[in-house]
């Protein structure tokens, strides 16, 4: 199971960026995808997490402002990031939820 997360770099505060999980090895379908952050010194925490039927989930910090998605044709889950923050700056990783799958992370800064 291999899953590739692509999508972060830089951009300002009010701005917006979309993250993405390419996975393989597996059903995709059947799979719930979860995104989480890690922010420089702090532990790493849930983001949002899509279920293979296509419920969705989101920490209250991101909620009205993050948007979880899936492609199952693609194999492919997405993270919508609108009206970004400097606190939502952090490695971003996709999983296959419940299970030990991660992707390498992908970096997020938002500027102030």
């Known amino acids: 199971v291999q899953l590739q997360a692509s999508g972060g770099g830089l951009v300002q505060a009010g701005g917006s960026l979309r993250l993405s999980c390419a996975v393989s090895?597996?059903?995709?379908?059947?799979?719930?995808i979860a995104w989480f952050r890690q922010a420089p010194g702090k532990q790493r925490e849930l983001v949002a997490v899509?279920?293979?039927?296509?419920?969705?989930n989101y920490a209250d910090s991101v909620r009205g402002r993050f948007i979880i998605s899936r492609d199952n044709a693609k194999n492919t889950a997405y993270l919508q990031m609108n009206s970004l923050k400097p606190e939502d700056t952090a490695v971003y990783y996709c999983?296959?939820?419940?299970?030990?799958?991660w992707g390498q992370g992908t970096l997020v800064t938002v500027s102030s």
């Open positions: 999983t296959v939820d419940g299970t030990h799958y």
């Open positions: 090895g597996l059903t995709f379908g059947n799979s719930a």
């Open positions: 899509i279920t293979g039927g296509g419920f969705v």
